[in-house]
């Protein structure tokens, strides 16, 4: 069947755009209904625990509604990028300034899944590749928002992982396994060493679990490349910070969106570039 390349590249945007605009929603209401959740089993177990609210919240109920005036936003107003650009920014009924960080998050959707579809073309193993960028962009505006990367994305990820290197997809599977594997202990056991002699708390248990993923997706030889441009990109934004006084010393940055970049880059370059790949095995 012959299908227009115009035509499939127009889809595909519009599919890309609508995810992006599903990522802003997931990225705004997961959190909290797990926080509800876990407000509901404090009070199952602790009667003396406040009643929490009990309206329904979840990713399809209710509808999308603006933060400050509480109005039902139509679903013209809802069209990705556009809905933002038709409105000035601002909300229809109230006149409130719409976060920037709809756009942002639809744009930077659009943007990492374009560059995928670049680098694999039209094969099995685009369709993996965009499902991990997508998950890799949704747990980071968490981790941004909250510290916090929840576990059913970060082990989901890494389910995933092993399941498409059954396939041999981007390693083989017995990489995907010690690369899960190796990186969660190697992070567990240097911070583990780190709060030993400092006292301090240096990572959260979710950059380990989310370094896992990237190992069971990548293989055992993605590791090193993909902690090395983490580090040296966190080291870099943290100290832009610090300089322009956007943060203080004792503010924590968190160290998620960078191993998510850094293992989104080293996915495309190792797939770019396979002797790149190849290099890192021999090492
Ligand atoms: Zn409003």
Redesign the pocket.
Known sequence: MFIDPWILWLVTILVILLIGSFISMLVYRYPRMLLRDWQHECHALLKEYPTPIDAPFNLAWPGSF?P??Q?RIAWYDNVPLLGFLWQRGR?R??Q?AIAWRYPITECLCLISSLMVVFVFGWQWSLLAALVFTWLLLALSIIDIDHQWIPDSLSLGLLWLGLIVNNAQLFCPLSAAIWGAVIAYSSLWLIMTLYQLITGKVGMGHGDFKLFAALGAWLGLHALLPIILIATVLGSIVGLVLLATKRMSRQQPIPFGPFLAFAGWLVLLLFSKWPALYGLFLSW
Request: glycine letters at 0%.
């Open positions: 603006c400050h005036c109005h909300c009924h109230c409130q």
